[in-house]
C-alpha cells in the first residue's frame, strides 16, 4: 500500500511538472467521450429541429409579425449605434487610443454538463477542439453574457470551467462607475460573488459588470452579470457585493468561443556582441 | 464464472458497446460512475489482463472527461480493486451482499477522495454535492452491475453453450 501511494505520488508530481498524462488523457479520453455524445446529440437536434420546423407551427405568423416588428426598431437602433461607432473610430484616433484586439467567434455546441465521475466542478463539454480555435483558456460566452473559458482542449472536444465554479475567476469592472473587482463563482444555482472592492468604491445595485479585458484573458466590455446586493461591514476592508449572472447556465445548449486573433509580435532579441560592444 | 472467455475480437466490441453505453449514462447522471460495474464484472470473471485493459481506458475517459488534474480515477479504480480482493476473502465475490458493501464503500471513498483532492490540487470542491455524489455512486453501482452482470453471463453462456 505504501508502495502504491509512492508510486500514485511520484506519477501525480511528474504529471504536474510535464503534463504529460494529462495530454494523453484529453487526446483519448475526452476525445472518445466526445465521439461518443456527438451523433447521439446530432440526432435529436435533427429531430428536435424536424419538429419545430415542420410539424410544430402554431403560432409562426404570429410570431413572424412580432420579429418583423422587432426588425423594423432594431433597424433604427443600429442606424444610430453606427453613428455612435463612427464618432468612437474619430474620438480614438483623436486620443491615439489603440482599438481592442480582434476577436473571432466560433459556434459551438454544449454535449455534456458534468461528465464522468469527477463531476463536482461544475463544467460542460463542447464538440470543439483546438483545431477549431478552442484552445485552452479561450473565454466562452454565450449570446446574454459570459459563461466560462475552456480548461482542457483536445483535437475535436474540449471542457469548459464555468463561472459559476469555486475556482473560477473573472476580472471586471461596473460599467457605469468602472470599479475593477474580481468575479468569483460560488457553486451551482448561487449568486457570484464580487471581491476585492474597497469600501469607498462607487458601485449600485442593478450595475452591469463587464469583463476588464485586463491580461487578455477575456475581450473588454463582455457582460458578465449584474449586481444584485452591496453590503457594507465594520470589520472588512471590502464591499460584500453580490451579483447574478445573466447567462442561465443550466440549460446551456450552444455557446461562442471568442478567439483573439491579433497577431502577437514575437520578442526579437539582438544578437549579443560582445567583440563589437568592446570595440565600441 | 470461470468459463472460457469470447474471442479478443468479441471481447472488445462487448466493451467498447458498454463503455458507449456507460459515457451516454454519465453523461445523463453526472458525478456516477457507469464504467465501475464493467471492472466490477470482468474482476469477478477473473480475467486480470482484460480488467488491466479496461481500468487503463476507463481512468482515460474519466481523466479526459474531467477536469481535475490526473489521478483521481487511477486511485478510484485501484480502492476497488483493493475492495474486491479484501471482500473476495470474505464474501462469494457475486454475491449481491458483497456488491451492495462494495459499493457503500465506493461511495464513501469517493468522498474521501474528493476531500484528499481538494487539499492535493489546491481546489474549492464543495462537500454537499460531493456526498450526493458519494451516495449516488453507492445506489447506482449495485443496480448497474445487475444489468452488466446478466448481460456478461448471457454473453459468456453463448461463448460456453454447456
Not at chain 1, 464522468?116 to 446574454?144: C, F, I, M, N, R
Not at chain 2, 457503500?104 to 469517493?110: A, N
Request: glycine share 8%; charged share 20%.
Amino acid at each position: 500500500m505504501v508502495l502504491v501511494l509512492f508510486l500514485y505520488l511520484s506519477l501525480f508530481t511528474w504529471n504536474l511538472r510535464t503534463g504529460y498524462v494529462d495530454r494523453l488523457a484529453t487526446h483519448t479520453g475526452l476525445e472518445f467521450v466526445g465521439a461518443v455524445l456527438k451523433p447521439g446529440k446530432w440526432l435529436r437536434l435533427q429531430v428536435v429541429e424536424f419538429w419545430d420546423h415542420y410539424i410544430d407551427l402554431v403560432g409562426v405568423r404570429k410570431r413572424n409579425d412580432e420579429l418583423e416588428a422587432q426588425m423594423r426598431e432594431i433597424l433604427f437602433a443600429v442606424a444610430g449605434a453606427k453613428e455612435d461607432q463612427a464618432e468612437l473610430a474619430r474620438l480614438r484616433e483623436l486620443l491615439s487610443i489603440a482599438p481592442p484586439t480582434g476577436w473571432e467567434r466560433i459556434g459551438a455546441r454544449v454535449i455534456a454538463h458534468r461528465l464522468g465521475s469527477q463531476a463536482e466542478l461544475e463544467s460542460v463539454l463542447l464538440d470543439k477542439g483546438y483545431l477549431d480555435g478552442a484552445s485552452v483558456h479561450t473565454p466562452v460566452v454565450a449570446y446574454d453574457g459570459a459563461v466560462g473559458r475552456v480548461f482542457r482542449a483536445g483535437p475535436y472536444t474540449s471542457s469548459v470551467l464555468l463561472l459559476t465554479d469555486p475556482n473560477s475567476r473573472i476580472a471586471v469592472l461596473s460599467q457605469d462607475n468602472r470599479t475593477p473587482g474580481i468575479i468569483v463563482g460560488l457553486g451551482p444555482r448561487h449568486q457570484l460573488e464580487m471581491r476585492y472592492v474597497s469600501l469607498n468604491a462607487p458601485l449600485a445595485v442593478g450595475e452591469l459588470l463587464v469583463t476588464s479585458g485586463q491580461a487578455g484573458a477575456f475581450p473588454k466590455g463582455l457582460p458578465v452579470a449584474r449586481i444584485v446586493s452591496i453590503e457594507y461591514s465594520d470589520i472588512s476592508l471590502f464591499q460584500k457585493v453580490m451579483a447574478e449572472p445573466l447567462t442561465n447556465l443550466e440549460n446551456l445548449e450552444e455557446v461562442l468561443l471568442v478567439g483573439n486573433t491579433a497577431e502577437v509580435q514575437p520578442f526579437e532579441e539582438k544578437p549579443h556582441d560582445s567583440r563589437q560592444e568592446a570595440d565600441d | 464464472m470461470q468459463n472460457q472467455q469470447p474471442s479478443a475480437l468479441r471481447s472488445v466490441l462487448w466493451w467498447l458497446v458498454y463503455a458507449v453505453c456507460g459515457v451516454w449514462g454519465m453523461s445523463l447522471l453526472p458525478g456516477v460512475d457507469f464504467l465501475l460495474p464493467g471492472v466490477l464484472c470482468s474482476m469477478q470473471e477473473g480475467n486480470r489482463q482484460q480488467t488491466l485493459w479496461l481500468v487503463v481506458l476507463f481512468s482515460l475517459v474519466h481523466e479526459g472527461a474531467g477536469l481535475l488534474a490526473f489521478g483521481p480515477a487511477v486511485l478510484w479504480y485501484a480502492m476497488a480493486a483493493l475492495l474486491f480482493q479484501v471482500g473476495r476473502s470474505i464474501f462469494e465475490a457475486e454475491n449481491v451482499v458483497f456488491v451492495l458493501l462494495f459499493s457503500m464503500g465506493l461511495g464513501v471513498w469517493h468522498v474521501a477522495l474528493g476531500i484528499m483532492m481538494r487539499h492535493l490540487q489546491d481546489l474549492v470542491i464543495l462537500l454537499p454535492r460531493l456526498l450526493v455524489s458519494g451516495a449516488l455512486n453507492a445506489v447506482c453501482i449495485p443496480v448497474v452491475w445487475v444489468v452488466v452482470h446478466f448481460l456478461r453471463q448471457r454473453e459468456l453462456r453463448h461463448v460456453n453453450p454447456s
